[in-house]
């Protein structure tokens, strides 16, 4: 007995899945690279979402609109920039002076901030973070750690 040959037409229907297939995974393929190109295009350190996220913490069910977040995250870029400038001009009177340290971002946040309530306020929040990150960092030397060898800790 001979084996049966497909029909024709599941032939086609066969070949017309395939081209379906075939025509899915380019649309996918490219709307994958179009959406990388997008982002490619968006800026990485974008303050947005942490802009939206604050304002709903501090004041839960008030919106804003988009140019308003375009305004406040062009405001920080800003910000942000003169500080750095300003580390920048302090690091040749450093210890390290190839590496900018809180100190210098201390010393420019005084220079290029008004001295106000909420300047002092982010001053000290930001002091009492290094010391915390600092101790954090003296907690796990490896100094501290060998004293806990023996315990199977």
């Known amino acids: ?34 959406a990388k190109d997008k982002k490619e295009e968006e800026r990485l350190d974008d303050f947005k979402c942490y802009i939206i996220r604050v304002l709903e913490q501090v004041h839960p069910g008030l919106g804003i609109s988009d140019p308003a977040v375009n305004m406040i995250n062009g405001f920080i870029y800003s910000i942000f920039e003169k500080l750095v400038a300003e580390s920048a001009r302090l690091l040749p009177c450093s210890d390290n002076p190839q590496r900018i340290s809180s100190y210098q971002i201390r010393d420019a946040v005084r220079l290029v901030l008004p001295p106000c309530e909420l300047v002092n306020r982010a001053m000290r929040n930001g002091a009492k973070a290094v010391s915390v990150d600092n101790m954090n960092s003296n907690l796990m030397s490896s100094d501290f750690l060998s004293r806990f060898d023996g315990l199977g800790l």
């Not at 040959?5 to 899915?24: C, T, V, Y």
Request: aromatic letters at 0%.
């Open 1 to 34: 007995m001979a084996p049966k040959k497909p029909d024709a037409g599941k032939k086609a229907s066969a070949m017309e899945k395939k081209l379906k297939a075939i025509k899915k995974l380019k649309k996918r393929a490219d709307s994958g690279s179009s």
